[in-house]
C-alpha cells in the first residue's frame, strides 16, 4: 500500500469516528476528572473535570456514552473579577437519598426521590481567592446541578452579570424550543430545527438526538434569581442567558446562596422524558406551607371566553360581562353540572379607557377591592356558597405590580372574608415590560422572567397561601416545581393557550398540544382551557382541532384546575360530547403514557384520584395517526365499561371537525385498543369499573 493510500485510509478512520466522540475528544482536551458520581442503578455518570488553565467542567455520560461533552461553569460579575479560570480543586463529598412522598393533589399520588449527590469545591489561586461549589444530584433519568456560594470575604454580595453554564450535546439531534427576548412573555408557535440552528431559547427545551436518545433543559426552584435561558454560542454548545434588569446586575444577592437547579433530563423515549419530569419537583425543598386540603381541584367556568370572541367586555358599558346577572346564570349552570368553581374576569373597577389611559400594559388604575356598580361581589359570594360553588377571584395587574403589591394585602383579605379561595392573577405587558420599583424608588420597566419578578410572583404566592387562596398566573414567571414547597401555587398559563384559538395569527397548530406534552409541560402544570365545543374563534373562524381533541385534552394537558371555557349555549347544544367534560376528573393517582412522539402523538391514560375510574387521553398532529395499546394498567379481575369518544370515519380538522364516533365496549385488563386519530384530532375514553 503506497504511503498516499495509507493516509486515505487513516483519513477515513478519522471520517468514521463519531462525531460525538470527537466533541467530546476536544472538549476535554488537556482537562482531568478530578471527582464523578453515578446514579443509583449506574444508568448516568456525571464526571467533574478542571482544565490546565483552571476552569471548572462537568461532562454527562448514559451507559459509557457521552450525553453532554465536557462543558463549562462559572460567572461574571458586575463589580468583581470574573469566577471563570484560575481553580484549583479544594474537596469533594457526597452523600445518597432515597425517599418516597405524597403529593397534595398531582398527575401522581406518590413520587420516589432517589438520587446520589456529589458536592465538589473549587478555590481560586490567585486574585481573591474565592470558593464555589457545585452539588450535582444525579438520578437514573436525569442530572441537577446548582452553584453554592459560601460567605467569604472577598464575595459578600454577588452581583451576577452572567452565569456562565454550559451544555454540550454530544450528539446531533434535532430541537424543540420557543425564541426568547423577542417579546416580554412566552407564548409563542414552537420551532423544530436542528441543534445547530437554535437561537436564543426559553426553558424547557427538549432535544432528540439522533441515536434516538430523549433530553430536556430546564431548571428548577427558581427563587430569588434570575430566570436561565439557552443561547447556542458554536456547535452544540448552548450557553446559560440570565434573564436581564433594568437596574444592572441580573442578579443581586448576599452569599451564602445557592442558585436554581441546572437539570438536565436524559430518557429513551418520548413517554419516559414526560415522566422523568417528576426530577424537577424532586430537586424542590418540601412544602412549608402546611395542610391545604382547603384546595380542591376541581373544573370550573367562567365569564372569559365571551370576551375573546368580542361578544362581551372588560370593560363598564353596554356589554359588560361581570355583571350579578350573568354570574348567577353562570353559578347556576355549574351548580347544575357539578362544576366546582365560577371564574369572574372584569368585575373590578380600572378597565375602562380614561382620557389617554389603556389598561392594557398599564394597569395604573386598576382597583382590586372595589367593584363595578353591576357587579355585587358581596351578593354573588351569598349566591356561589348557596349552591355549592365557589367564586375564583381575578386580580389582571397589566404588568404593573407597583400598584398591584400596593393593594395586594387588602385584595387578598377580601377574597379571604368572602370564602374565595382561588384567584387567577394576570401579567398582560408587552412592549413596555412590568412596571417595578427599582433600589432607586423609582419605577423600572423589567422582564416577566428576572429576579424582580420572580420574587414577586413568590410573594404574591406566600400571601395568598397565609388565606387559603390558589393562584393561577397568567403570563407567568416559568415553572420550575414549587408547587411542591408552596402546593397553593396550582397552576399557571406560559405558552399559547386556547385564547390564541380565539384571535390568534396563527392559531395554534394542530401539533401544538403534542408539542406541549414534551416542552411546556415538563415544567408543570398548565391551564390551557381545553374543550371548546364550538370549534369556533372570534368572527366564526374554524379552531384547527376536531371534536374528540377538545376531550382528549382534559386528559392529555394536566393541570389540577379545568376550565370548561365555552359559552353556556355550545354546551347545553352539545349534550353527549359535553357529558366527558363533566365526567372527566381533574386529580390523579397514577399516570401512564402509552405512547408518544414529540409533536406527533401523545397518548396517557390516568386513574382518578381515590377511584379505580381509568381515563385515556390522546392527540396527533396534521396527519392520521393510528396506536394500539394494552388495558393492562386496569385493575385485574375488574371489568369495565369503555366510554369512546374518538374521531368520526371522516373526520378531519381541515373539513369536517365535528364528526364523532361515541361507543362503548365491555373491557379488561387483558384486552387491546386500537384507535385512530383524525388529522387535527384525538380520543378520550373513560373506563368505568362494572365488578
Not at 359559552?567 to 353527549?576: F, M, R
Request: proline share 5%.
Amino acid at each position: 500500500m503506497t504511503l498516499f493510500r495509507l493516509a486515505f485510509a487513516f483519513l477515513l478512520c478519522l471520517i468514521a469516528i463519531p462525531a460525538a466522540a470527537q466533541d467530546v475528544a476536544q472538549a476535554a482536551s488537556g482537562s482531568k476528572i478530578v471527582a464523578s458520581a453515578t446514579s443509583p442503578s449506574k444508568v448516568l455518570q456525571v464526571d467533574v473535570t478542571l482544565s490546565p488553565e483552571g476552569r471548572v467542567g462537568y461532562v454527562i455520560s448514559r451507559s459509557g456514552k457521552p450525553v453532554i461533552s465536557d462543558s463549562r461553569l462559572g460567572f461574571l460579575f458586575t463589580d468583581a473579577p470574573e469566577m471563570l479560570r484560575n481553580f484549583v480543586f479544594a474537596g469533594q463529598s457526597s452523600r445518597s437519598f432515597d425517599e418516597t412522598w405524597e403529593q397534595p393533589w398531582g398527575e401522581y399520588r406518590t413520587i420516589r426521590n432517589r438520587y446520589n449527590e456529589l458536592t465538589v469545591s473549587f478555590d481560586e489561586k490567585n486574585w481573591d481567592k474565592r470558593r464555589m461549589s457545585v452539588v450535582f444530584r444525579v438520578f437514573d433519568d436525569g442530572v441537577g446541578f446548582r452553584y453554592a456560594l459560601p460567605q467569604q470575604a472577598k464575595l459578600t454580595r454577588a452581583n451576577i452579570a452572567e452565569e456562565l453554564t454550559e451544555f454540550t450535546i454530544a450528539e446531533p439531534g434535532e430541537a424543540w424550543w420557543d425564541p426568547a427576548f423577542e417579546w416580554n412573555r412566552e407564548e409563542y408557535v414552537y420551532n423544530r430545527t436542528p441543534i445547530e440552528q437554535i437561537g436564543t431559547a426559553q426553558t424547557p427545551l427538549t432535544i432528540r438526538t439522533a441515536s434516538g436518545l430523549h433530553l430536556s433543559l430546564h431548571e428548577a426552584a427558581l427563587v430569588d434569581y434570575s430566570a436561565m435561558n439557552l443561547r447556542r454560542v458554536g456547535g452544540r454548545t448552548l450557553k446559560a442567558v440570565l434573564t436581564p434588569s433594568s437596574t444592572g446586575p441580573k442578579v443581586s444577592r448576599d452569599t451564602p446562596f445557592a442558585t436554581p437547579w441546572r437539570v438536565i433530563l436524559i430518557a429513551t423515549d418520548a413517554p419516559s422524558l414526560y415522566r422523568s419530569a417528576q426530577i424537577i419537583l424532586n430537586l424542590n425543598e418540601p412544602n412549608k406551607i402546611g395542610d391545604v386540603s382547603w384546595f380542591k381541584p376541581e373544573k370550573y367556568v367562567g365569564i372569559w371566553w365571551d370576551m375573546h370572541l368580542d361578544r362581551k367586555t372588560w370593560e363598564s358599558g353596554p356589554k359588560h360581562g361581570a355583571t350579578t346577572e350573568y354570574t348567577k346564570r353562570m353559578i347556576d349552570f355549574a351548580a347544575k353540572n357539578g362544576f366546582g368553581g365560577v371564574l369572574v374576569e372584569g368585575w373590578n373597577k380600572g378597565w375602562d379607557k380614561n382620557g389617554d389611559y389603556e389598561w392594557f400594559a398599564n394597569g395604573s388604575e386598576f382597583s382590586f377591592t372595589e367593584a363595578y356598580p353591576d357587579f355585587d361581589i358581596e351578593e354573588l359570594a351569598r349566591y356561589a356558597k348557596s349552591k355549592g360553588v365557589g367564586l375564583i377571584g381575578h386580580h389582571e395587574t397589566a404588568g404593573n405590580i407597583v400598584n398591584y403589591e400596593k393593594q395586594l394585602g387588602p385584595a387578598l383579605d377580601l377574597y379571604q372574608r368572602l370564602g374565595i379561595h382561588a384567584v387567577k392573577t394576570g401579567y398582560v405587558a408587552d412592549a413596555g415590560g412590568i412596571q417595578a420599583l427599582g433600589p432607586d424608588g423609582k419605577t423600572h420597566f423589567e422582564w416577566h422572567e428576572g429576579q424582580t419578578m420572580v420574587n414577586h410572583h413568590l410573594k404574591v404566592v406566600t400571601e395568598a397561601a397565609k388565606r387559603q387562596i390558589a393562584v393561577n398566573p397568567h403570563e407567568p414567571v416559568k415553572d420550575t416545581g414549587l408547587r411542591r414547597t408552596y402546593p397553593n401555587w396550582v397552576s399557571r398559563e406560559g405558552q399559547r393557550g386556547m385564547e390564541y384559538n380565539a384571535w390568534g395569527e396563527p392559531k395554534n397548530p394542530p401539533e401544538h398540544e403534542a408539542n406541549l406534552v414534551f416542552t411546556r409541560l415538563i415544567g408543570g402544570p398548565m391551564d390551557f382551557t381545553p374543550g371548546v365545543l364550538s370549534l369556533t374563534g372570534k368572527n366564526n373562524t374554524p379552531i384547527l382541532s376536531t371534536l374528540a381533541k377538545q376531550l382528549a385534552l382534559y386528559v392529555v394537558i394536566y393541570s389540577p384546575i379545568q376550565m370548561a371555557p365555552d359559552l353556556i349555549e355550545n354546551y347545553n347544544s352539545n349534550p353527549q360530547t359535553f357529558k366527558f367534560i363533566k365526567d372527566v376528573a381533574v386529580d390523579w393517582d397514577d399516570t401512564r403514557m402509552l405512547a408518544g412522539e414529540v409533536g406527533d402523538l401523545a397518548v396517557f391514560a390516568r386513574k382518578a384520584r381515590g377511584s379505580d375510574m381509568w381515563f385515556i387521553g390522546a392527540v396527533g398532529d396534521e396527519q392520521e395517526r393510528r396506536f394500539d395499546v394494552a388495558l393492562d394498567f386496569l385493575k385485574p379481575g375488574k371489568t369495565y365499561r369503555a366510554e369512546i369518544y374518538r374521531d368520526g370515519d371522516d373526520a378531519d380538522y381541515r373539513t369536517n371537525q365535528r364528526s364523532i364516533a361515541i361507543e362503548q365496549r365491555i373491557v379488561t385488563a387483558k384486552d387491546r385498543m386500537a384507535l385512530r386519530l383524525a388529522p387535527g384530532g384525538g380520543a378520550a375514553v373513560r373506563f368505568v369499573p362494572l365488578r
